[in-house]
């Protein structure tokens, strides 16, 4: 699968915003999936996983206040984050996992290329 994000930009706190993340590939309703980011730094941490099942988990930083989703007929998967903070800076990357195993393991094998989010103060 390859992947394609999107949808990052200048926010004001408080704010929300949307990544979309487009993959290729005839396994996408079956393949499981994260976001990840990495902020000036930092360590690129993992903020949200869904798995082909549509089950969730979240970062407790962004619990809350954020939704990962996907949509199996447009091979698209999603995170919108509201009430952004300026600590939500980062380079936002979408990722996929190759299975179960490297799901529960939060290991990726495939990544998109990065979307920078920018919150102002």
């Known amino acids: 699968v390859q992947l394609q994000a999107s949808g990052g930009g200048l926010v004001q706190a408080g704010g929300s915003q949307t990544l979309s993340c487009a993959a290729s590939?005839?396994?996408?309703?079956?393949?499981?999936f994260g976001w990840y980011r990495q902020a000036p730094g930092k360590q690129r941490e993992l903020v949200a996983r869904i798995s082909s099942g549509g089950s969730t988990n979240y970062a407790d930083s962004v619990e809350g206040r954020s939704t990962i989703s996907r949509d199996n007929a447009k091979n698209t998967m999603s995170l919108q984050i509201n009430a952004l903070k300026p600590e939500d800076t980062a380079v936002y990357y979408c990722?996929?996992?190759?299975?179960?195993?490297?799901?529960?393991?939060?290991?990726?094998?495939?990544w998109g290329q990065g979307t920078q989010v920018t919150v102002s103060s």
């Open positions: 990722a996929a996992y190759s299975g179960f195993y490297d799901y529960n393991k939060r290991k990726p094998n495939t």
């Open positions: 590939g005839s396994t996408f309703s079956s393949a499981y």
